[in-house]
């Protein structure tokens, strides 16, 4: 069950268009700043496919300039790999 | 709050993009991609310094515990040494502050007599295994497989819902742009910073650009957890 | 939200890293009042003992949002000044294994399914009812740990030996320290050591009695290391039959034969009074001299029936009992170089080093257990180092709340929250405190634990309750018991947070919540009783074993036994059973020192905790004109007592030609149902494996990780081989961890016990080991 956090940097102007196109997406939750010109989004789905398809739907939204991946978790049960290790193996 | 424009706004994040990824990486990114195996993203070191001769600005980790200068061959230069990150070595530890475990194998006989001083009691390049071991923070403390142990399997005995919680921010109380950085985590158990901050084993993307200064908490000091800011009534304490 | 929610959790954790993020690029931008709470997401540190051993370490908890998110020593905990071990640190991880029991269930034609709580409690207290009708009050037991809380143990004593009327309590301490409340309570007259962890920061000289203290007790053993590191003229001496961790850091590793420390404590005492070492002053002073019954069986008989007669000795018979141990012939039935014993007899003689001796499941778990503990306070009395600052024999306990639970609520058979079933007095006290009438109370005793699984086979015990302990996993000859348990017209209730082997036989299973889930007290090794606040909120229906045992109660119509709100039944709980031991010898602090303080040392007296019992300079209860007082017996003296060797229950022979060992490592605690669900753990250790020496492997032709088979009289079983690994058993040995529910090495194991304490010998059997595919054992 991936759930991320973004930050989303609208192009200028369009901070209402991309919250409105955000928050049509199934599973999106959008959180504009008070203060800035900036979108926080966080994403819910219940697969990595699911996530991977949503998250294509988001980087469509064409009023976004960039965003930020700041938090991703999949499934607790997949174990931690030790990347150094693996690099040697 | 005055608002900037956002093309100021978009510079800095241009000017800062390329940091971003090292600097301000907030929290473990594991990827919801299809490779979803963890990402490896350590920075190469390439030492260009004759065998056995130490490299200046790496000298200080490598100081004994009374401070004179411990001379330690960095022993066999290699050009592929790989130097983990600083999210590499989170995913080491299952919360901020829990002792990370050991990423490299343990032999039987260091398992039974921990004999992991050599390595650990002053850091330095390992040929072994083509890296730097890491100084201990607390060389005090010899039984060490007591916090600190190797993983030899991968599987679970059981799933979990344990959730690692965010990782304190850096950075994220600079307000103030060029004052010296206040230090996001506990100190408990991690009094030399530079066993983390300095020498070849220290993550690039917070090593010290500066380890000849050894007083670091002269400059960095600790966040205080939930401490309110200091206020006085105006007629606290007045006369009667 | 729901606490338990960890999708919510994740939600505000992926929007609060997000906001962390975009004030980095932009200080000062602001979202609505959601985003400002998940961005806080404040961590508050509250303290909780440790849920594991019995060192008792205090930790900071981390709580955020209603889940733990980690673990910091207590920096003002005098117990572990800030440093954990790896369980401590991941022990919160133990608490969200995903298959958490949180429903309540009920067997339905051989499947356990979920049903409303209050549902099983009827059933539970419905079941109670019907077997007391049918078969007798003493039909019904209660079988709990050293893991209770000291409430938990309260309200069971509470309500089976005042309101049942029955004294079927049991816990599973009686496997792991009942040979040190016997020894205690033989040498002694009170239960519990003298001195406490601080004798660490004086002693001189550390003698580890077959004790693995740098995987066992491993926060202590760094405290032992640091005394060194500070002293470099300390020595630690580790006497055991395994080469383990604590050898390698040791300054000497003795190993003697499996079962001959008997003989090696009193070789000790034979040297230093032929070198006239002994302190003739505080001998004169302070002792007297016992002898008992000799030759007393191992306990394997059914119904087995032992009780020791103490009869007077003198100085000149314990000389003379001591000359069948000289070094020559101690050495030759020990394996201990004659020099060796000498150098221990002058360690413990010179009078100018501190000695504390340490020991364990190694000296308990032994079929004479209470001789081993008798004859290690010997050594210290007759050199008189004993309840002073860094001078003293110091029994630890392997369970968080052994000591405070099992031993101080007196959650055994024959025991009362203070004192035993067999003395008037004690009883009459309990049925004052308790407001019922005093023949209520049995004076006789009935089964320990191992005779109470018997009774359990036979049918005289029908209906059993079983409390945070996994027996399935950790009686002796285990096969017996699980049979016994799995009969018709047997009725087992399991209350446990995690699926086991022991929920595996349980008609009711019963959520419980766990550890820092409910308020609780636990004591440890040092008589420090240590308080937390409930910290979370349980999963599903889970509730402490406290209440699930009150709820039962108040269904049998013992309300007015019970009668505390939910809200402060644990302060109240305390304030009764304080009563018990309101007196300088025993007073508890108040419920409201035990919140404020990371632990209270008992005896308290006047807000002060007592450091070092029986001596008068620390402790209020002994008399000035005495100096050193040993209140608990009627002369006053501490005994020396005239305990022979004698042989194991079951020694190697031709047909099963080793020694197997059992018990525990670093990274898990007991049976794994906790630690095993923390990944750290598991990882580093996923399973269980015999260790053989590398002499007989070689001459087994068995290679490291081979698979071989261990056969005893009893069970056998596969199990991977390691040879030079983390521990070297002696040549003629093996050993095998427990906490693996996969590998049940007490299917192997002889449930011979010490006829005094009744504690089992988990580390004294006869094996041999076969290599699979190999034709003919070797």
């Not at chain 3, 580790?238 to 009193?266: E, G």
């Not at chain 3, 937390?532 to 889970?542: F, S």
């Not at chain 3, 644990?570 to 010898?585: A, C, G, K, N």
């Not at chain 3, 693996?740 to 005094?756: G, H, Q």
Request: glycine letters at 8%.
């Amino acid at each position: 069950m991936p759930v991320c956090g973004y930050v989303v940097l609208p192009r200028p102007g369009a901070l209402e268009d991309a919250a409105r196109d955000l928050r049509r997406i199934e599973g999106c939750e959008v959180f504009p700043a008070e203060n800035d010109d900036l979108l926080l989004l966080v994403t819910e789905s219940d697969s990595v496919q699911d996530d991977q398809e949503l998250r294509q739907r988001v980087n469509g939204v064409p009023g976004i300039q960039a965003l930020l991946l700041t938090f991703g978790e999949i499934d607790p049960d997949t174990p931690m790999g030790d990347p150094v290790r693996e690099a040697r193996s | 709050m005055k608002r900037p424009d956002l093309g100021r706004l978009l510079r800095r994040v241009v000017g800062i993009a390329a940091a971003v990824v090292v600097m301000v990486p907030i929290v473990l990114l594991v990827l919801p991609d299809a490779e979803a195996v963890p990402e490896f993203r350590s920075a190469a070191v390439v030492l260009e310094q004759e065998e056995g001769v130490p490299i200046a600005s790496e000298v200080g980790p490598f100081r004994d515990l009374r401070e004179n200068l411990h001379v330690v061959s960095l022993g066999e230069p290699s050009p592929h040494v790989v130097v983990p990150t600083r999210m590499d070595r989170r995913a080491r530890r299952v919360y901020e502050g829990a002792p990370p475990w050991i990423p490299h194998p343990v032999s039987e006989e260091l398992d039974r007599t921990q004999d992991c001083a050599p390595c650990h009691t002053f850091g330095g390049y390992n040929p072994g295994i083509r890296t730097y071991s890491p100084r201990t923070p607390h060389p005090e403390y010899t039984n060490c497989l007591q916090c600190h142990v190797a993983r030899v399997a991968q599987e679970l005995f059981r799933p979990t819902d344990w959730v690692t919680p965010p990782w304190p921010e850096y950075g994220r109380e600079r307000e103030l742009l060029g004052a010296p950085p206040p230090i996001p985590h506990t100190l408990q158990l991690r009094e030399r910073c530079l066993t983390c901050h300095g020498g070849g084993s220290a993550a690039p993307d917070i090593r010290t650009t500066h380890p000849e200064r050894f007083n670091c908490r002269q400059c960095h000091l600790p966040l205080g957890e939930g401490e309110e800011a200091f206020t006085r009534p105006l007629n606290a304490g007045g006369s009667p | 939200m729901s606490v338990w929610d960890r999708r919510e959790f994740l939600r505000r954790t992926a929007l609060g890293s997000a906001a962390a993020a975009a004030s980095s690029l932009v200080p000062g931008v602001t979202f609505g009042s959601e985003v400002a709470a998940a961005q806080t997401q404040a961590v508050e540190w509250r303290k909780a003992p440790c849920r594991f051993c019995g060192t008792g370490c205090g930790l900071l908890i981390g709580i955020s949002e209603g889940r733990a998110v980690g673990v910091r020593g207590d920096p003002d905990s005098p117990v572990n000044r800030g440093v954990c071990c790896v369980k401590g640190y991941h022990s919160v991880q133990a608490l969200y294994g995903r298959d958490r029991i949180q429903r309540a269930m009920v067997r339905r034609n051989g499947r356990l399914v979920e049903v409303p709580l209050e549902e099983a409690l009827d059933l539970v207290a419905r079941r109670l009812r019907e077997t007391i009708d049918q078969h007798g009050k003493d039909a019904v037991a209660m079988y709990g740990s050293g893991q209770w809380t000291i409430p938990d143990g309260y309200a069971a004593m509470k309500l089976f030996k005042g309101g049942i009327g029955t004294n079927n309590v049991e816990a599973n301490a009686r496997l792991c320290m009942a040979s040190a409340v016997t020894g205690f309570m033989t040498s002694f007259g009170l239960d519990e050591p003298m001195g406490c962890y601080e004798d660490i920061d004086h002693a001189d000289v550390f003698v580890l009695w077959g004790n693995n203290m740098a995987e066992m007790h491993p926060v202590l053993f760094s405290r032992i290391l640091e005394r060194r590191r500070l002293d470099p003229q300390v020595r630690i001496i580790d006497l055991a039959t395994r080469t383990t961790r604590t050898s390698y850091a040791s300054d000497r590793s003795v190993l003697f034969q499996p079962q001959t420390d008997l003989a090696l404590a009193n070789g000790i005492c034979h040297e230093i009074i032929r070198s006239g070492w002994y302190d003739a002053g505080f001998v004169q002073d302070h002792v007297s001299f016992k002898s008992g019954r000799t030759r007393p069986g191992y306990g394997l008989e059914e119904r087995f029936q032992f009780t020791d007669e103490p009869r007077d000795a003198d100085w000149e018979e314990y000389v003379s009992f001591l000359e069948d141990y000289t070094p020559d012939r101690v050495a030759e039935l020990t394996g201990v170089p004659a020099d060796e014993i000498r150098y221990l007899a002058s360690l413990y003689g010179d009078p100018s080093k501190k000695v504390v001796s340490y020991w364990c499941m190694g000296v308990n778990q032994h079929v004479r257990g209470t001789w081993m503990n008798n004859l290690i306070y010997n050594i210290h009395l007759l050199v008189g180092k004993i309840s002073e600052p860094g001078n003293g024999p110091f029994s630890l306990t392997g369970q968080p709340s052994a000591c405070g639970t099992v031993r101080e609520v007196g959650t055994l058979t024959h025991a009362l929250p203070h004192g035993v079933v067999s003395d008037a007095a004690a009883r009459e006290r309990a049925a004052e405190i308790w407001q019922v009438p005093v023949d209520r109370i049995p004076e006789r005793p009935t089964h320990d634990t191992v005779q109470m699984f018997r009774a359990l086979d036979r049918g005289d015990v029908r209906f059993m309750w079983i409390q945070v302990t996994n027996p399935m996993v950790s009686l002796p000859k285990l096969a017996r018991y699980r049979e016994g348990a799995l009969k018709d017209d047997r009725f087992v209730v399991v209350s446990d947070v995690y699926p086991t082997p022991t929920t595996d036989v349980a008609d009711v299973v019963l959520p419980s919540a766990m550890w820092i889930e409910r308020e609780g007290m636990f004591g440890n090794s040092e008589r420090r009783t240590q308080h937390w606040d409930q910290l979370l909120e349980p999963p599903g229906d889970c509730v402490s074993d406290t209440w699930q045992i009150i709820e039962v109660a108040r269904r049998l119509g013992f309300d007015d036994l019970f009668p505390w709100r939910r809200e402060d039944h644990v302060q109240r709980i305390w304030e009764e059973y304080t009563r018990f031991h309101d007196s300088p010898r025993h007073r508890m602090g108040t419920y409201e020192e035990l919140r404020s303080r990371p632990g209270v040392m008992w005896p308290v007296v006047e807000g002060r905790e007592t450091k070092w019992r029986y001596n008068a300079d620390y402790d209020p209860a002994a008399d000035p004109e005495l100096g050193f007082d040993f209140y608990g017996t009627p002369d006053h003296r501490a005994r020396i007592w005239l305990r022979p060797y004698e042989p194991a229950a079951e020694e190697p022979d031709e047909e099963f030609p080793f020694w197997l060992s059992t018990g525990r490592v670093l990274e898990h605690w007991h049976t794994g149902s906790m630690t095993r669900r923390v990944p750290v753990l598991h990882q580093a250790m996923p399973r269980a494996y015999v260790e053989i020496n590398v002499e007989d492997a070689r001459e087994l032709n068995i290679r490291d990780r081979d698979l071989v088979r261990l056969v005893s009289r009893r069970g056998s079983m596969e199990i991977q081989a390691r040879v030079d690994y983390r521990g070297q058993p002696a040549p003629g040995q093996v050993f095998v961890p427990f906490f693996d529910e996969a590998y049940l090495v007490n299917e192997l194991t002889l449930d011979a016990f010490c006829p005094i304490s009744r504690e089992p010998d988990y580390k004294k059997c006869a094996v041999r080991i076969e290599v699979p595919g190999r034709t003919g054992s070797p």
